[in-house]
T-cell receptor
C-alpha cells in the first residue's frame, strides 16, 4: 500500500535549526512535496524534489533520497511565525498526492 | 499568478440542508481540480478528482450522491454537500492543476470551513 510517515510533533527554539523527516512508500514516484499549513488555513507550497539531493530556498531546504524513500525539510534561523504544521506529500505514478498526517512544529522563545 | 479562490470561506448551515462551495482558478485554466477534506488535527483527505467536462472520480468511501461535484468550465468547480449532517462539519479545500503547467504543480484555494448545526 501507499504510506507516508512523519513525526506528529516537534519542538524547537527560536533561532535554532530543525529537521523534519519523512519516509514514503508509493506506487511509482513523481516527486516529493513539502507544504506549510497554519491553523485554520490551507497548505502553502514550500518545496518540490524529484531528483536526489538537497534543494535550498532561503531558510528552508529540502532533501530527497529516492533509493531510501526518505526526505527531510530543514528549517534554519527559526522564527516564531514558523510555528505551523508541515505536510509531506509524495506524488504517485498517477500524479496523485499521497499525504502524510503532518508534523506540528512548536517554536519556543 | 496561479491563484485559486474559494467561496464561501466559511458557512454555517442547519442539518438537512445543502451547501455549495465554489472553487475558481483566477488567472489560469485548470484541467483538473481536486477536493480535499480536513478534520481537526488530521491531514488532508482527497475526496475526489474532477476533470473539466467529465464526471468526477471519487475516492473510496466518499459518497458521490452526497458530495456532488461539477467542473463545468476550465476555471470553476463546485462541491455541493447535500443533506448535510454535523459529521460533515470540516475544512474543505480545493486545488487546481494548470492546463499548460507541469503535471506536479497544484495550487490550493484558501479553504471553506463548514459547520453543520
Amino acid at each position: 500500500g501507499q504510506n507516508i510517515d512523519q513525526p506528529t510533533e516537534m519542538t524547537a527554539t527560536e533561532g535554532a535549526i530543525v529537521q523534519i523527516n519523512c519516509t514514503y512508500q508509493t506506487s511509482g514516484f513523481n516527486g516529493l512535496f513539502w507544504y506549510q499549513q497554519h491553523a485554520g488555513e490551507a497548505p502553502t507550497f514550500l518545496s518540490y524534489n524529484v531528483l536526489d539531493g538537497l534543494e535550498e530556498k532561503g531558510r528552508f531546504s529540502s532533501f530527497l533520497s529516492r533509493s531510501k524513500g526518505y526526505s527531510y525539510l530543514l528549517l534554519k534561523e527559526l522564527q516564531m511565525k514558523d510555528s505551523a504544521s508541515y505536510l509531506c506529500a509524495a506524488m504517485d505514478s498517477n500524479y496523485q498526492l499521497i499525504w502524510g498526517a503532518g508534523t506540528k512544529l512548536i517554536i519556543k522563545p | 499568478g496561479a491563484v485559486v479562490s474559494q467561496h464561501p470561506s466559511w458557512v454555517i448551515c442547519k442539518s438537512g440542508t445543502s451547501v455549495k462551495i465554489e472553487c475558481r482558478s483566477l488567472d489560469f485554466q485548470a484541467t483538473t481540480m481536486f477536493w480535499y477534506r480536513q478534520f481537526p488535527k488530521q491531514s488532508l483527505m482527497l475526496m475526489a478528482t474532477s476533470n473539466e467536462g467529465s464526471k468526477a472520480t471519487y475516492e473510496q468511501g466518499v459518497e458521490k450522491d452526497k458530495f456532488l461535484i461539477n467542473h463545468a468550465s476550465l476555471t470553476l468547480s463546485t462541491l455541493t454537500v447535500t443533506s448535510a449532517h454535523p459529521e460533515d462539519s470540516s475544512f474543505y479545500i480545493c486545488s487546481a492543476r494548470e492546463l499548460a503547467g507541469e503535471a506536479y504543480e497544484q495550487y490550493f484555494g484558501p479553504g471553506t470551513r463548514l459547520t453543520v448545526t
